[in-house]
């Protein structure tokens, strides 16, 4: 039975989709007037991991992520690249898709862009007005935090000492609009040269928060199943969607909030950010680190853990899938000589893998018990490799599984190499003569030469075999 962390009650509640069999998801994406950084994908690689879980686990997921395509950010980006704030949009949107591709993200089902969805947002701000939760002034418009009851509870804050932090963090000019300091932007009135759009108050452009509850009743209902995305978007980001979203509809906006932990770096463990400017990009990592290994170093700490990026745990996390990758390829190199049937008592101790697997992940997606599942089971098939006698149905079925089980984590496996390449065989067939006519000079003359190739040969009782060089 899956549980999970509902950020909201500060506990682990057992999994009930509001649709039996259905899960509707939304996480909030990202800015898009840069690359994204390994923080960025940290929380795209969490949300995809458990998307893949529930699929694995028999679920239809409805998965949407926005892009917010127009703020300050964008604006100021744009001005500096001398380009449209649309252009700067589909730019790194395109890289985005790109970098994501990479790490094996599986695509959304739906992307909004911010500026796709205006006349739904000044509608739904409209609403607010209407109904006393906001109020319009100067071109801009706010929303009214203390009208709303259950503010803060997400983020577990007092309105109260809100309203104090506010206070002596919002500028001057902006708190002498507001009635109150913690009242939030809904609409911002356009300055000269901006972007904007047409609205009863005035030439403008939506606020950060209003976008995200627009977009995610649109395509998930007033009420869905699961809303993820960074700790640091609890407050006000994910709180400010509560109070907008529930005011409008009268109803429980999301049943469980899912927040995953931050990525840390340097030996303060200090937050990665674009604010902070320690930050590093995908697009510039994947130019030296494989993406599969980015992937399994990231997809394998648990969502809501924080994740310490350095090259160490890089190094340990591509010596840890090699060796997945080796048990695969060992039972691959048997089948050409396994005997049909099946091994009962192997496929026995395989399924009992797999439940000790489902198990770990039923666990709020504990994926560091699960990937020790998946350790256990490629020893399991590497043991068995090495048997005399060997079984093809029992090989296929340990092989598929450490496939489907990896595949959560969003980790493929090379497909393992064959013997079919006729230029190997031939040349592994001409060390074997030379062995048995003991021209060992030749023998290793063959390996060092097969070796520049990048490919390595391993002797075995059942033969010499070939793998390619990680």
């Not at 252009?87 to 395109?94: A, K, N, V």
């Not at 939760?133 to 503010?151: E, I, N, Q």
């Not at 089948?335 to 009992?352: F, H, I, Y």
């Not at 030379?434 to 009782?461: H, Y």
């Amino acid at each position: 039975m899956l549980k999970v962390f509902n950020t909201m009650t500060r506990q682990k509640e057992t999994f009930e989709p509001i649709t039996p069999g259905v899960v509707n998801m939304y996480v909030c994406g990202p800015t898009v007037y840069n690359y994204i950084h390994i923080g960025n994908a940290r929380s795209a690689i969490a949300f995809d991991t458990i998307r893949r879980y529930l699929e694995y686990r028999g679920y239809q997921v409805k998965y949407v992520s926005n892009f917010t395509d127009v703020d300050d950010k964008m604006i100021n980006q744009a001005k500096k690249l001398k380009i449209t704030v649309a252009e700067l949009g589909d730019r790194f949107i395109q890289a985005f898709k790109e970098d994501t591709a990479a790490l094996n993200i599986e695509p959304a089902t739906a992307n909004p862009r911010a500026t796709e969805h205006i006349p739904e947002i000044i509608s739904f701000v409209q609403t607010l007005i209407d109904k006393g939760y906001a109020y319009p002034v100067d071109g801009d418009v706010y929303y009214r935090a203390h009208k709303f009851a259950h503010y803060g509870e997400l983020s577990h804050q007092n309105l109260d000492e809100l309203e104090e932090g506010a206070s002596q963090h919002t500028a001057d000019e902006e708190t002498a609009r507001k009635e109150d300091p913690v009242d939030f932007a809904l609409w911002k009135g356009a300055k000269p040269g901006e972007i904007s759009w047409p609205s009863p108050w005035g030439a403008g452009r939506p606020g950060w928060h209003i976008e995200c509850s627009v977009m995610s009743t649109h395509y998930l209902g007033d009420t869905f199943d699961i809303h993820g995305g960074g700790e640091d978007l609890t407050f006000p980001h994910h709180e400010n969607e509560i109070a907008q979203s529930e005011a409008k509809t009268g109803k429980t906006f999301v049943h469980y909030w899912l927040h995953n932990g931050f990525v840390t770096v340097g030996d303060e463990n200090e937050k990665m950010s674009k604010s902070l400017g320690n930050f590093v990009t995908v697009h510039d990592i994947l130019k030296t680190v494989d993406p599969q290994t980015l992937r399994f170093f990231m997809a394998t700490t648990q969502y809501r853990r924080p994740i310490q990026y350095s090259q160490r745990n890089l190094d340990t996390a591509e010596r840890n899938l090699q060796r997945l990758q080796t048990a695969y390829d060992n039972m691959g190199y048997r089948l050409k000589d396994a005997e049909d049937g099946n091994d009962p008592k192997v496929e026995q101790e395989t399924r009992q893998i797999i439940a000790d697997y489902n198990d770990a992940m039923d666990d709020d997606f504990n994926v560091q018990n699960g990937v020790a599942e998946v350790h256990e089971l490629a020893r399991l098939g590497n043991v068995y490799a090495e048997r005399p006698v060997v079984f093809s149905g029992t090989l296929t079925f340990i092989r598929q599984t450490l496939t489907d089980l990896l595949g959560v984590f969003g980790v493929k496996l090379a497909a393992a190499a064959t013997l079919d390449d006729d230029r190997i065989q031939k040349l592994i067939d001409e060390r074997l003569a030379a062995r048995q006519n003991r021209n060992f000079e030749r023998s290793d003359e063959i390996r060092e030469q097969l070796k520049n190739q990048g490919i390595i040969l391993e002797d075995t009782p059942q033969g010499t075999r070939w793998r390619k060089e990680n």
